[in-house]
């Protein structure tokens, strides 16, 4: 029997088995450089930085190592073979050899001189894990008849159903932002606090079990009618909104929900937009209103957080309208605002496309998030007639727009909403 002792592993009968090619396996290495030995496996996690990996000085034919992608960020911090003397696939170490693909594992075996360290496979695991679907979507705070703020919230269950008021927690506020982060979680942030403080920047988290925490001091410059979308598939972005005038500044949220101060305006400084991820991990920002008039301009996010320069618009310039995704595939809409029910439909690749008849009553200031994994709910508002409504829109998975349902709770408007919970 060939193979370390301590590496083998207990057979059901009691019998101890060859280890798989003789290899120790190493601890992670998380350092931005590591010497590796033959007859060794490591787990190079890259998430941090980059890493130069020195191959032994003298080797043997035979001898081997393997290599692993452990995070699957090869992709954006590669790692570099240093073959430290000797050749590698028939090249001195005087050449750069880089891998860059996330997800890739690297198996090395030493020939001869000549040819060196040769990969006898260099596959990519094809396999990308996919976060369960957000199943509850949450909505909070607004404001009541004479704009008297609230901080009342309420829970939409996986069918939804929209449940009754619950009591609020936090300062009573209208006009703020949320998204969901780190994948079944949701921030409130930023907003107004009518009468009294002003512009705040002041965060609220909620848990995966639908439960609104108490304020957090805020990062960021305070403004009210910011937008705000998941990007990454597990981290937030707020953006936009009017401080003291209009801005574009944007703010990212880690997925621990941790919110990182201003950064740069890119775009124009703009308020009253909507806001939702598509795709797989990407979002964008659209509609609203500058310094000029009411807009139809998007903004495209990157899955790194990247706000794109504006885009033309497509459809009727509006503000004070929602967004939402639907689907399994990635899509998304922009849907009602200040006097309309009309839809534009984003495909799963950011393209916006043009007006679309809208079903339900048109209003202004309403709130939307996704819920039971792939469809989408828009709730509250006011409809300019009436006033304030607890009206819902329910959206299939198709994209179709549902006519006016009664609603629950509170009727009121500037409120914001957010998906929440794996759990159905």
Known sequence: MSGLVKDNIFGSSGVVLEAAGGL???????????????????????????????????????????????ARNWGTNAITID??????????????????????????????????????SDIVNALEPVAPATQRAIFAFGQTSSAVNNNMSNLVASDGTVGTDVSGVGSASRKRGAATYGGDK???????????????????????????????????????????????????????????????????????????????AVGTASSERAATGYGTDLAIFGFGEDASDVTSKTNLVSNSGVIGSDVTGVGTARRQLVAARYGSSGQAMFVFGRTVNTKNLISNVGVVSSDATGVGTARRLASASGYGGDKAIVMYGDNDSSGYVNTKN?????GVVAADASGAGTARSSTTAAGYSYSA
């Not at 430290?84 to 696939?89: A, C, I, S």
């Open 24 to 70: 120790s396996w190493q601890p992670v290495v998380t350092a931005s450089t590591v010497t590796v030995e033959a007859a060794k496996g490591y787990f190079i996690n890259t998430t941090s930085n980059a890493c130069t990996i020195t191959l032994p000085s003298s080797a043997e034919a035979g001898d081997q190592i393997i290599l692993i992608d452990y």
């Open 83 to 120: 073959s430290n003397g000797l050749n590698f696939q028939g090249e001195p170490d005087t050449y750069t050899v880089d891998y860059d693909t996330a997800g890739q594992s690297l198996n090395l075996v030493y020939s001869d001189s000549t040819k060196g360290w040769t990969p006898s």
């Open 186 to 264: 949701a921030i409130f942030a930023y907003g107004n606090i009518y009468g009294g403080a002003g512009n705040i920047s002041l965060s609220n988290l909620v848990n995966n079990s639908g439960v609104v925490a108490a304020d957090v001091t805020g990062v960021g410059t305070a403004r009210e009618s910011p937008s705000a979308a998941t990007y990454g598939t597990d981290k937030a972005i707020f953006a936009f909104g009017y401080g003291s005038s209009l801005t574009g500044v944007s703010n990212l949220v880690s997925n621990s929900g941790v919110i990182a101060t201003d950064t740069s």
């Open 394 to 398: 329910l959206i299939s998975n198709s």
